[in-house]
């Protein structure tokens, strides 16, 4: 009796317990991000200072200082959810965020319509959704799209940029992102003895959806107006700094995921073909069916690293390209064109062009460029004639069997001597050319942010009696001491049928605190080739960068560099104004 009178309490209690907690179980709400396992992009504001606020979500969301977001008013449902980013509400505030924790983050207020509130909704604009969806993608599936050995920076950032360019979508309407540094330099640079200053200016920017459109500006362009004062009239000294700074790309894109069209002028690659090289000018791509884009582009060929390079020179063709699938699976892009190219206005080539880029999640990737040059007899008395054929092609196979390691086999040729800048070849931007034939590659991912990488193979110029070895190796650290110091220390000697030698580098860079940067490139290269007289130097580029105040910074650069053709020492000092948020 005692235990069935026992049994009855707690089963009265019981009935009263779920009679209390039902009515609170069926109507609360799960966020659908939860439901999902996803992370949310929509935070709620917890305190808001004269100029900043705080949210309450850091790298637990896996937010990044310098992501952007926008500030509404509470949806009145009372629902913290993803749809708020597409209802449309007033922005109240546009953010940058400045500082993470786990689990909150301080935001910058850059342009604000309303009074700040705590318990406004702060919510990711598109490209910071776009960038922390592709972070996540990167880490589960550690895409390669392209593995080209020895570039100049780190892979891995290199080719998580050119996942973010070719997977550009938006699914909600366009929010800009208006961020931008420009500046005014003065400077100088003294050989042998003579003299001349240099006035200079430099943009920087990060402007995207302008004027509520799909147009974007992005880029870094830097360029000098020299002023002899003790060298010859008319002469002046193209500084290994000046040559660096031809090989970076600023332009107009237009790019909506609702239109069919594609548009791009500037200095800028063709989205489609890369192995093509910077072009200043313009491109034209139109979409034809879901998978197929066809288009034009023009313009004269500014980069120095390009294998045929002439600052003279201009190109125009026309392009079709296949795209189909995403990196996360299984993804191929196809690329076939047709060129012609003139040197101050004579012609020079006609010639097909093909790329050719296949990846299978993050375990293989394939890679391949090739230009196909019609016959042509030069114009000059005596000239030579050269045959139809292939005059360039660079090959790229890679596996990555597990997380920490990769192989590669490459495969290089030149018909004819490529015309880049050899200047350029210490600094590892020319590395993709230096080895000519068949060579291997492998890089190993080690503990504390550490990178090892190596090549090896053999060539053969119709000059040698044997074969002969290529060799690269290098060592980067991402972070030494966990204090964001990074350093890359690299060794590479080629033999290849424009020239043979071998060069060593070293790159350092390190943010000092959150408003002074430093950057030191430096090396020494000996080159044997029959196309330059400037065959072996040492130099040393730095460059501080401090931003003194809210809006505005200086910048100082210095180029030391002790050529067999050319010794001379560059200087600059520039003044900027910054806007769009403390970080850029």
Partial sequence: ?????????????????????????????????????????????????????????????????????????????????????????????????????????????????????????????????????????????????????????????????????????????????????????????????????????????????????????????????????????????????DLINRTYTIGFVYQNPYSANTIGIGRLYLPWAPSLSTIDGGYYGRKVGAFTTVGAFAGSTPDPTSWSYNPDQQIAGTFASYERGDFSQFHVISTAGLATTWISLSPARHFAFFENNLNWKRYFSFYNSMQVDAARTSPLPGGGSNPTGISQTYNSAHVRPVKLVTFGVNYNYFRQLPTFDPRLIGTGLLDSYLFSGLSGDVRFELPKHISVYGALGKSKATTDEKNSWNEAFGVSFANIRHAGLFLDLHYTKFNSSFGSGSYESVSLSKNLTDTLRFQLLGGSQKFTSAFTANTNAKFVNATLDWSFARRYFVEGTYGWYDGSAMNYNQWSTMLGFRWGGLRK
């Fill in 1 to 241: 009796m005692r235990m069935a009178a026992a049994f009855e309490r707690a089963t009265a209690f019981l009935a009263c317990l779920i009679a209390a907690v039902l009515p609170t179980l069926a109507t609360a709400q799960v966020p659908a991000e939860v439901a999902q396992g996803k992370k949310t992009a929509v935070f709620r504001v917890k305190y808001v200072s004269e100029d900043s606020l705080y949210i309450d979500a850091g790298r637990n969301a896996d937010l990044q200082e310098g992501m952007k977001l926008s500030v509404v008013e509470p949806s009145p449902d009372g629902v913290v959810s993803d749809g708020v980013r597409y209802r449309g509400y007033p922005h109240v505030a546009e953010l940058n965020l400045v500082s993470v924790a786990d689990s909150s983050a301080v935001c910058e207020v850059i342009s604000a319509n309303g009074e700040l509130r705590v318990g406004q909704l702060a919510f990711l604009a598109p490209e910071s959704f776009e960038d922390r969806h592709l972070a996540e993608t990167a880490r589960e599936t550690q895409d390669y799209p392209i593995l080209v050995g020895f570039t100049s920076g780190d892979p891995v950032d290199q080719e998580l940029r050119a996942t973010k360019v070719e997977n550009a979508t938006l699914a909600e309407s366009p929010l800009g992102v208006m961020r931008a540094r420009f500046g005014f330099s003065y400077g100088g640079i003294r050989e042998a003895g003579m003299n001349s200053a240099q006035v200079g200016m430099m943009i920087d920017a990060d402007m995207t959806h302008i004027g509520g459109t799909y147009w974007n500006f992005n880029g870094y362009w830097r360029g000098y107006l020299n002023t002899s004062s003790s060298n010859p009239s008319g002469t002046g000294t193209q500084t290994l700094t």
